[in-house]
């Protein structure tokens, strides 16, 4: 989704591309609208003797952003395997088996035990055709095909 404005202090970001993502294992910090993506374009200075934070534009850098066209919020294990941590609504995975908590064996016929996070997460932004292997009792694995989406993926 876009959020049309967000203000912070006397800083005000238009047009912010952002997920929103629900409270999905009820730790309390899964409320996400606004990612650090959006204030890595920012220098960040603390004030701990006023209590404020300054967020100073970096001038000579444009603003990038990555967007998960799959849909598919996915976290490393220590066995090597991916955890679906949520599947976004309306996106390519969501018409797919796919739930929270299923493991991911394979991406494209590779062991995810051969795939970093930051290759996922290069994966995830390029539209394409993926063949996606979950695991629940059994392995099935599921051709996902992701399109770019104007207004969501186009910078």
């Not at 999905?24 to 004030?47: E, M, P, R």
């Not at 934070?53 to 598919?72: Q, V």
């Not at 294990?77 to 969501?94: D, E, H, T």
Request: net charge negative; glycine share 8%.
């Amino acid at each position: 989704m876009t959020v049309p404005i967000i203000r912070l202090g006397d800083l005000a970001l238009t047009n912010v591309k952002t997920n929103v993502i629900g409270n999905i294992d009820g730790d309390g910090d899964d409320w996400w609208i606004v990612g650090s993506a959006l204030l890595n374009q920012f220098k960040t200075v603390i004030d701990y003797y006023s209590s404020k934070i300054h967020l100073i534009p970096y001038e000579d850098s444009a603003y990038k952003s990555s967007y998960n066209l799959l849909g598919l919020e996915l976290r490393p294990l220590q066995n090597g395997q991916f955890i679906v941590r949520y599947v976004f609504p309306q996106m390519a995975s969501q018409a797919f088996d796919i739930k929270n908590g299923d493991f991911i064996s394979k991406i494209d016929g590779q062991p995810t035990k051969q795939i970093s996070l930051e290759n996922w997460l290069s994966i995830s932004e390029q539209a394409g055709s993926y063949l996606i292997c979950r695991v629940r009792q059994q392995e099935k694995c599921f051709t996902i095909v992701s399109k770019e989406i104007a207004g969501y993926s186009d910078n």
